[in-house]
């Protein structure tokens, strides 16, 4: 990767892009959409480039003016979130091609539909989560005792597109019978027969659960388990009983995927992310959530069997949990 690339503009119009900023673009691809404030916060904390918010800002409107980058504004009713949100661009997508960071069959229409995808704040927020995950894990490779793991990528940020989580189910082979293990199996059961995909073949791929996101962590030359991360935000809107049937589920991956480490990490947004909105305390839901995970002999009997890890924490706790999952030498 060259140390500047040179996008050339109308006329003698030209923008030097530095490395770091070809970084940042290639996050924002990979990670879709995301506010200027994350993007800030990628860049100073993660990349570490010292720059002035407001300097910052500028720098993304010259590179949405050669089309680095697309925005459009997010308001939430009168009181309510207010940011710009970016998406990359034709042009970022060009240039993440030429420096070998994407492949040159890379589907551009897809692109076009960044700035108007559904449930937009729960997919920042969601990716609030990550990037605090990920600033915590870069602040504890900071320490002395660990600067020989600071070239190394520890983990991958994923979408849940690109990680499908599922089984192949033969309408032969009576699914309530082969998942008969404790109280599983009547989930199970419940999960494939309200299907209606599956209804209607002989057997198919069924997707078992979709995270919000997912951080992957391969196996290393110590011969640990590739680690899998995921991670489902509660706004609070959801009833508690969803959220156990979520559990349920994510045992039956852990069943199946037994060669690799599972965790599924229940994140509660606070003001870490805006001050606009008034989360208030959330502790007593946090407390509700794991009454109703934990308290269950059932539940807590084949999370022991599957060896699936469950945490439930807020969103400013949320970097240290899941780097301790991740990454739990750093923490020795």
């Known amino acids: ?142 320490l002395p005792q660990y600067n020989y793991y600071s070239q190394t990528k520890l983990y991958s940020s994923l979408s849940p597109s690109h990680v499908p989580y599922e089984m192949w189910i033969e309408k032969a082979s009576k699914p309530v019978a082969m998942f008969n293990k404790g109280a599983a199996h ?45 991670i489902e935000l509660d706004t609070g809107t959801e009833p508690l009983e969803q959220l156990e049937d979520k559990v349920w589920r994510y045992c039956i991956l852990a069943e199946q995927d037994s060669d690799s480490k599972h965790g599924v990490l229940f994140v509660l947004p606070d003001e870490s992310f805006s001050k606009r909105t008034k989360y208030g305390d959330r502790s007593q839901r946090i407390s509700n959530i794991r009454n109703k995970i934990f308290n269950d002999p059932l539940m807590a009997d084949r999370l022991r069997r599957v060896k699936l890890s469950v945490g439930v924490v807020s969103l400013k706790n949320a970097g240290a949990v899941a780097t301790n999952f991740l990454v739990p030498e750093l923490f020795k």
């Open 1 to 142: 990767m060259d140390d500047v690339s040179v996008i050339k503009g109308k006329g003698r119009y030209r923008l030097e892009v530095k490395t770091s900023e070809i970084l940042l673009l290639e996050y924002l691809e990979r990670h879709r959409l995301l506010t200027m404030a994350q993007l800030y916060k990628y860049f100073t904390q993660f990349l570490g480039e010292e720059i002035k918010e407001y300097s910052f800002k500028n720098r993304l409107r010259r590179l949405e003016e050669f089309k680095l980058v697309r925005s459009s504004s997010f308001a939430e009713g009168f009181d309510g979130e207010r940011f710009k949100c970016f998406s990359i661009g034709t042009g970022g997508i060009n240039l993440l091609i030429e420096n070998g960071l994407l492949y040159e069959d890379y589907n551009k229409n897809q692109i076009y539909q960044l700035l108007e995808k559904k449930n937009k704040l729960h997919f920042l927020y969601t990716q609030e989560v990550v990037l605090s995950i990920m600033c915590t894990t870069k602040q504890r490779l900071s």
């Open 186 to 230: 009547a989930r199970v059961a419940q999960f494939v027969n309200n299907n209606q995909h599956y209804k209607k073949s002989t057997g198919d791929w069924v997707t078992i659960i979709r995270p919000d996101w997912i951080l992957k962590r391969e196996i290393d030359n110590l011969g640990q388990k590739t680690r899998y991360l995921n």
